[in-house]
């Protein structure tokens, strides 16, 4: 079965600090990868979707994702924060033959001014 | 354009009580997607509906849940005899068709059982 793996689930921050989120998932074949963001007291948001090519992925507001096929993997990272990015980070994926998403844990980040 | 629809916001029901849960989907969207939240863990895929159909309720607990989806009016998730551990934000998306890229999600209705 896929599963999904965020293994920072609190980050705390400095305003203009770098920002790296860990994504791991479990599944062999031809996937399709997406980092959503919720803001306090709104809903997801898509902020950036790999399905092919480019393994180097630019999103909304400053952010990129990076898949890594040999390490399963597709993190998140932002060169410098700011104080709105705080919201919580989930990472999520899907084989091309499945409807649905499988989401990680999420992972909360504070940035602090 | 408005987006997707649910409510009500919140919802406190009683143990042994009745939840109904509505999703509008986006105008356009056929499809619509049901996840829940539970503390400390990330959403959990319940079921996939088309107006009319169910497609995928791979997720759905066995007892007590349903979901529909009708020609008109919005999708109901349905909770029957509440218990606490059905505790839990409820999430709604929606797409036009089954491209994931496309999918859009609603502010959830935090369901509360006392």
């Known amino acids: 079965a896929q599963s999904v793996s965020q293994h920072n689930h609190h980050v705390i921050l400095s305003e203009a600090a770098s920002l790296e989120l860990g994504c791991n998932y479990s599944?062999?074949?031809?996937?399709?990868l997406f980092w959503y963001v919720q803001y306090p007291g709104q809903h997801l948001q898509l902020l950036l979707k790999y399905f092919s090519g480019d393994p180097l992925v630019k999103g909304i507001k400053g952010f990129e994702a990076e898949f890594i096929k040999s390490k399963f993997s597709f993190n998140l990272r932002k060169p410098s924060v700011q104080w709105s990015d705080t919201a919580e980070y989930f990472c999520a994926v899907n084989s091309y033959n499945t409807d649905k998403l499988i989401f990680g844990t999420g992972t909360r980040l504070q940035v602090f001014p | 354009n408005a987006g997707v629809m649910q409510n009500p916001r919140h919802l406190v029901r009683r143990r042994g009580q009745e939840a109904r849960l509505r999703c509008s989907p986006m105008k356009g969207h056929s499809h619509v997607y049901w996840y829940r939240q539970l503390p400390e863990e990330g959403l959990k895929f319940m079921v996939y509906?088309?107006?009319?159909?169910?497609?995928?309720e791979s997720g759905m607990p066995k007892e007590r849940f349903s979901a529909e989806f009708p020609k008109e009016g919005p999708s109901i998730l349905r909770i029957q005899q509440v218990v606490r551990g059905d505790s839990a934000a409820y999430f709604c998306?929606?797409?036009?068709?089954?491209?994931?890229?496309?999918?859009?999600f609603g502010s959830g209705t935090q369901l509360s059982v006392l």
């Open positions: 599944y062999g074949g031809t996937v399709n």
């Open positions: 509906l088309q107006k009319e159909n169910i497609i995928d």
């Open positions: 998306a929606s797409s036009p068709d089954r491209a994931r890229e496309k999918l859009f």
